[in-house]
């Protein structure tokens, strides 16, 4: 078809993104740059791919290691359900393959973390096996070449665009083909400001034949974000802080915090209302206040989070703390925080007080 001679023909013609994994065959590599770059940024994906595979070259050391030391080396890129998945995947593939990684698209679909797009990914780029990719990127290029207004985010709208993405795959180079396409989203038929006017598919794209580049890809649903209030207790007692893991299914699952007061509303920390936590929560007189800091802002993709900090000394561990671990002042950085708490830990670092 004129769609997959054109686009191979500009992925062979036309310089394009130079990226580490790029032309790898290693499933183990592949599939870890499809899990990081997930819900994030190439540029920011890069640094953390490299990281990774630098600790961790095979998937029989990332399967070794300890939970904690890989979320750390996490740390800062989000979704850590993703890391979380990508540790039970790695254990699962040495324990039931012998380290050996699934060949095949019905068998890589079954890891745990693995979808359609990725075990795509992995089928075409490591197998040569005739999969295409198809997830947002790839839909948008697809409904603005042929013209179509079916919403992306729809179930309907799935099945018709990834049943075209699979109709147009060269079977032949479906490694490059996938390749070129994700390429092409992302440099040339970009969410905002395509570059239409150098685009080598302009002839026979129906979006730019109709004027209506910018209204494609429809999407029928409307992210709706909420915004949330965490108040931080960052209890210290001699030269240690307190810390306890988040459990819960809610972000930032598995990642480290201090003691958390969350509220409806933006609050205003004055004495009395700290005490009066202190009295009735952690059911101690006994503390100081060592400062009380600005507020910080986290964006995530469907939420907003403010958070602000209250530095407290214990002369002594309260009962209502006794499941927190005590981490010494130095060994802070060892541990896998939220972004915002990570951001005022080196803030405080700087002013060279911590707590």
Known sequence: MDFTRNLLHWYDTFPHRQMPWKGEKNPYKIWLSEVILQQTRVDQGWVYYERFTSAYPDIFALAAAEDEAVFKLWEGLGYYTRCRNLVATARKIVSDFNGTFPSTYADILQLKGVGPYTAAAISSFAFDLP?????????????????????????SGKLVFTALANQLLDHQR??????????????????????????????????FKHGVVNK?????????????????????????ILVKQRVEKDIWNSLFEFYLVETGTSETWEAAKIEQVMSEQIGTSDYK???????????????????????????????????????????????AFPKSIREYLEQQSVHQHLF
């Open 174 to 207: 479906s490694a490059d083909y996938n390749q070129a396409i994700m390429d092409f989203g992302a440099t040339v038929c970009k969410p905002k400001i395509p570059l239409c006017s150098t685009c080598v598919m302009t002839i026979h794209c129906q979006a």
């Open 289 to 335: 206040i060592d400062h009380i800091s600005s507020p910080f802002r986290q964006q995530l993709t469907h939420q907003l989070i403010h958070t602000q900090f209250i530095a407290i000394q214990l002369a002594a561990i309260p009962d209502a703390l006794k499941d927190f671990r005590l981490i010494p002042r130095k060994s802070l950085n060892e541990v």
């Open 131 to 155: 999969h295409a990719v198809a997830d947002g990127n790839v839909f948008r290029v697809l409904a603005r070449y042929f013209g179509n207004h079916t919403p992306i985010d729809s179930s």
């Open 216 to 240: 494609l890809p429809i999407k029928e649903k409307v992210l709706q974000r909420s915004t949330r209030f965490f108040n931080y207790f960052a209890f210290s007692c001699g030269d240690r």
